[in-house]
């Protein structure tokens, strides 16, 4: 067997690969005598089924078959001793070639394949780029303490209703006239009045009191939602129609929720007992969590802005022309030369990108060891567990849930590149000289989307 590689610029060659009947011939006997002792042939017992009948019944599929895995192993393996990097795999070159799978030939065939470049991506601490620390400033702070005094509040009853409340009544079924349907169905439930779709009956449940009677379409008034509707009423969803869709609701109470006093007693169920002392505290403490929220924003625009940065500073091509052959051949669905001309340009920064990442991880041997993955899923459950009220979950739980969250592949990719992501902007923070600017998140917006 031979494969000889054939260049024809620096990003495109061909490989040649010729194969011999002596390569393949021992692994097609040994195929053929294995069918032979298990082919079940009307008029001849188990294993007693004349060679040669063998040979004419599955000769030619196994000779095929054998002669392409031989083919496909031996490009392999010479892409690796060579240690050839290419992008994408090698395609069959456009040449047709009518091959004669006679068994004791010689077959040759021959492959296009796509060259990575050679390339360098150089950047220093000559290099600088925009890092925006997002500090909160008092109007934000005011929001976040409005809603904390919100979400620690207390439901009181009112006498009128307005936008954010809640009213509680009894629903009962109407006829077409609007009278009450004599033993028709009823159900007592909320009514959140900002989960109203149309806005003139939304209008009319605002300023109304207990004693309210309000007669409403449902499917109105809920654009149709039938899951939310059916809820509401007690009433299985395939049982609502047009027949069924006029409602009386009789308020009964109007729930409001007042927001909690921002005193210490509420700065200690919020932070825990004591650490925080004091409003102008109370204030700070808010103030570093929304900018610890905020920190992963800046990250984010950074990582962006260095990508963005590299990708126009690190000049190299790609075979193109190739490229786009080979997403042809691997597509699922069938594409046209103008889709790929139309999706190309995307596909080729995406894999410019791909290739600058992997020469940085090269370059700098990052690695991801089974330890990092380990240790970053484990803090992800013990995060979780913590949600659902478990500050000390037992070790051994943990451990068995992160082994059984590494064993599904897309969990495992997806905590991979999450350790890469980091380690990549790890990398380029120690490496840009960073241009330190502290912004308002108003601010940071603007600039994020100019």
Not at 235 to 252: A, G, Q, Y
Not at 326 to 345: F, G, H, M, R
Request: glycine residues 4%.
């Amino acid at each position: 067997m031979e494969i000889k590689k054939v260049a024809i610029d620096d990003l495109n060659a061909q490989l040649r690969v010729k194969i011999e009947a002596a390569d393949y011939s021992p692994k097609v006997e040994e195929v053929l005598a294995n069918y032979r002792r298990t082919a079940n042939v009307p008029g001849f017992r188990k294993g007693k089924v004349p060679a040669g009948m063998i040979r004419k019944m599955y000769g030619k599929g196994v000779l095929v078959e054998e002669v392409n895995k031989l083919m496909q192993q031996q490009v392999f393996d010479y892409l690796n001793e060579q240690e050839m990097r290419i992008l994408g795999n090698p395609i069959p070159t456009e040449e047709e070639i009518d091959i004669d799978w006679t068994e004791g030939n010689d077959f040759e065939f021959s492959f296009e394949v796509g060259l990575s470049p050679d390339f360098e991506v150089k950047i220093s601490a000559k290099n600088k780029l925009p890092w925006y620390k997002i500090v909160a400033d008092d109007a934000t702070i005011d929001r976040y303490c409005d809603d904390l005094a919100r979400r620690y509040g207390k439901m009181a009853n009112v006498d009128k209703s307005e936008a954010e409340d809640t009213l509680y009544g009894k629903f009962e079924a109407l006829d077409a006239d609007g009278n009450l349907l004599e033993e028709g169905h009823s159900n007592e439930a909320t009514l959140m009045i900002s989960a109203v779709k149309d806005k003139k009956l939304q209008k009319g449940l605002i300023g109304v009191g207990p004693d309210a009677i309000i007669d409403f379409d449902v499917m109105k008034a809920f654009d149709n939602n039938t899951t939310e509707i059916s809820s509401m009423l007690d009433i299985p969803k395939e049982e609502l129609s047009d027949d069924n869709k006029m409602w009386r609701f009789s308020v009964i109470r109007v729930n409001r929720m007042e927001p909690a006093e921002l005193n210490q007693e509420l700065f200690d169920k919020i932070f825990g007992e004591g650490i925080v002392e004091g409003m102008e505290a109370f204030r700070a403490k808010v103030a570093e969590d929304i900018e610890k929220m905020y920190a992963q924003e800046s990250e984010r625009k950074f990582l962006n802005d260095a990508t963005e940065y590299i990708l126009d500073k690190t000049k190299f091509d790609l075979p193109d022309a190739f490229l786009k052959r080979w997403l042809k051949t691997v597509s699922e669905n069938p594409l046209t030369d103008d889709q790929i001309e139309a999706e190309y340009a995307q596909y080729q920064l995406s894999t410019k990108w791909q290739m600058i990442e992997n020469k940085i991880a090269e370059d700098n041997k990052m690695e991801i060891t089974k330890e990092e993955m380990m240790e970053f899923a484990g803090g992800a459950v013990r995060q979780q567990m913590l949600q659902y009220g478990i500050p000390e979950p037992d070790e051994e739980m943990v451990k068995s849930t992160v082994e059984r969250v590494l064993q599904n592949e897309d969990e495992a990719k997806r905590i991979s590149e999450e350790i890469f992501s980091r380690k990549l902007l790890q990398h380029f923070k120690e490496t840009f000289k960073l241009d330190e600017k502290e912004v308002t998140y108003d601010e940071f917006v603007k600039k994020a989307t100019k």
